[in-house]
């Protein structure tokens, strides 16, 4: 059936370092959303993308959307201790547009 | 904050019974959909309201099932209650119907002893 994986499943890092998610998904999407979900809260919206290829920034986080709709990354540039989090990945399921399948999230933690 | 609240907080029950859980939607949002999140997965869709019509579904079994209201907010029952049931239950509003942007509220964590 129609995954989304993302890796990495965990990552560490000290403050002011980079850090990137990817996002794959085993059928082409129509668009590709990403949530953030702050440990005990719920997910929070951050960004959709459409368009093959596409790039949007917000701040300090930059999102792709690959040229075959399949991949996604997130990357964010020198992490700060409120970027600590989930961050998950959604596209519509090929067999159900009310549907969204989310991959299994990248917890990111952030040392001072 | 978005506006949609869910009740109650925490709940904790016991194998075979049942549960009601309960979500108001964003003003303006015509569209509820659930989902169930367990720990260290992500959200699981189970399924979604469309003024007052279940218009989709997730893999979920009949024991699972919605209402939504005249005024978009919605109800989420779960018979029969097992184990694996126990998680975090969340309701997300949307403006439209499918896969639009979801507004989280912050969840109904289910305990099933």
């Known amino acids: 059936g129609q995954q989304v994986m993302q890796i990495p499943q965990y990552q560490h890092v000290q403050e002011g370092e980079d850090f990137t998610t990817y996002c794959n998904s085993s059928?082409?999407?129509?668009?590709i959303q990403w949530y953030k979900q702050r440990p005990g809260g719920h997910p929070v919206f951050l960004i959709q993308?459409?368009?093959s290829g596409e790039v949007k920034k917000q701040k300090r986080l930059t999102f792709q959307f690959g040229e075959a709709k399949k991949n996604s990354s997130l990357h964010i540039t020198a992490t700060q201790t409120t970027d600590v989090g989930t961050y998950f990945c959604?596209?519509?399921?090929?067999?159900?547009?009310?549907?969204?399948?989310w991959g299994l999230g990248t917890s990111l933690a952030v040392n001072p | 904050e978005t506006g949609v609240t869910q009740s109650p907080t925490h709940l904790i029950k016991t194998r075979g019974q049942q549960v009601t859980l309960r979500c108001s939607s964003q003003?303006?949002?015509?569209?509820v959909s659930w989902y169930q999140q367990a720990l260290g997965q992500g959200p699981q869709f189970i399924f979604q309201?469309?003024?007052?019509?279940?218009?989709g579904r997730g893999n979920f079994p009949p024991r699972f099932s919605g209402l939504q209201f005249p005024n978009y907010s919605s109800e989420l029952n779960v018979n029969a209650l097992e184990l694996d049931d126990s998680a975090l239950y969340l309701c997300?509003?949307?403006?439209?119907?499918?896969?639009?942007?979801?507004?989280f509220g912050p969840g109904t964590r289910l305990t099933v002893l």
């Open positions: 993308l459409v368009k």
């Open positions: 997300a509003s949307s403006l439209r119907t499918g896969t639009d942007t979801q507004y």
């Open positions: 959604a596209g519509p399921y090929a067999g159900n547009n009310r549907k969204l399948i």
């Open positions: 003003s303006g949002h015509n569209t």
């Open positions: 059928t082409t999407l129509s668009n």
């Open positions: 309201y469309y003024r007052e019509e279940e218009n």
